[in-house]
């Protein structure tokens, strides 16, 4: 059926095209905080601090490229949020994790015409990634890049027949934002975010409103 050109399709025709851009990443991800704290570190830092912080973050995401051609109310993108976990021992430089939700695209048509007949079809496709990431951090101006998994589903009502389906595909996420301090512990802010799940040739573009706070610091 033409409804599955809102499902994630086979990955072959990117392998090859996205692997070295794989690599290429992955090294900045791996060197980066390397070159930054050989660069940063004083002789002697007796002020250094390690801290441990949650980030929360939610907005609208617009997919960037799609090739939908059914009928009906065609959705790109929705509300999105994710959570960051981030530790560091300074001020310029952090690592940690993030999980989320990122809504792909949706579909609703009532009356449809198939080739089996005429039925309303609902559909939709979303991912939750699992990424590791790092962050950069100069006069309040944020840079994050990560890389992971995001488990892509979609779901497909026809016929009054559920069909769900799911993976997981290699991806990764930059983002550029602001953070402004209300206190030693809570900044607010606003971030824009790229998502590319590389194996399926999906990208995000998101905007998205953050709450940052630190929970420790020893």
């Given at each position: 059926?033409?409804?599955?050109?809102?499902?994630?399709?086979?990955?072959?025709?990117?392998?090859m095209?996205?692997?070295?851009?794989?690599?290429?990443?992955?090294?900045?991800?791996?060197?980066?905080?390397?070159?930054v704290?050989?660069?940063?570190?004083?002789?002697?830092?007796?002020?250094?601090?390690?801290?441990?912080?949650?980030?929360?973050?939610?907005?609208?995401?617009?997919?960037?490229?799609?090739?939908?051609?059914?009928?009906?109310?065609?959705?790109?993108?929705?509300?999105?949020?994710?959570?960051?976990?981030?530790?560091?021992?300074?001020?310029?430089?952090?690592?940690?994790?993030?999980?989320?939700?990122?809504?792909?695209?949706?579909?609703?048509?009532?009356?449809?015409?198939?080739?089996?007949?005429?039925?309303?079809?609902?559909?939709?496709?979303?991912?939750?990634?699992?990424?590791?990431?790092?962050?950069?951090?100069?006069?309040?101006?944020?840079l994050?890049?990560?890389?992971?998994?995001?488990?892509?589903s979609?779901?497909?009502?026809?016929?009054?027949?559920?069909?769900?389906?799911?993976?997981?595909?290699?991806?990764?996420?930059?983002?550029?934002?602001?953070?402004?301090?209300?206190?030693?512990?809570?900044?607010?802010?606003?971030?824009?975010?790229?998502?590319?799940?590389?194996?399926?040739?999906?990208?995000?573009?998101?905007?998205?409103?953050?709450?940052l706070?630190?929970?420790?610091?020893?």
């Open positions: 059926m033409e409804l599955l050109q809102i499902i994630p399709q086979s990955f072959l025709s990117s392998i095209s996205g692997k070295l851009l794989k690599i290429i990443f992955l090294a900045w991800i791996l060197l980066t905080p390397l070159v704290e050989a660069e940063t570190k004083p002789s002697k830092d007796t002020t250094a601090q390690f801290r441990i912080g949650v980030d929360f973050a939610g907005g609208y995401a617009y997919r960037l490229r799609t090739a939908n051609t059914l009928p009906g109310n065609y959705t790109r993108g929705g509300f999105a949020a994710n959570v960051r976990v981030k530790w560091g021992s300074g001020n310029i430089f952090g690592a940690g994790v993030e999980t989320g939700f990122l809504p792909i695209s949706s579909l609703s048509a009532s009356g449809a015409s198939t080739a089996l007949g005429t039925t309303d079809i609902e559909a939709s496709l979303s991912a939750v990634p699992t990424l590791f990431i790092v962050a950069l951090q100069r006069y309040n101006v944020q994050h890049g990560g890389f992971g998994y995001y488990r892509v979609a779901t497909a009502t026809v016929f009054e027949s559920t069909i769900e389906s799911s993976e997981w595909d290699f991806g990764y996420m930059v983002a550029l934002g602001y953070a402004y301090p209300l206190s030693s512990a809570v900044k607010v802010g606003a971030e824009v975010k790229w998502n590319n799940i590389s194996e399926v040739q999906i990208s995000l573009l998101s905007l998205q409103a953050r709450l706070i630190k929970l420790w610091e020893w």
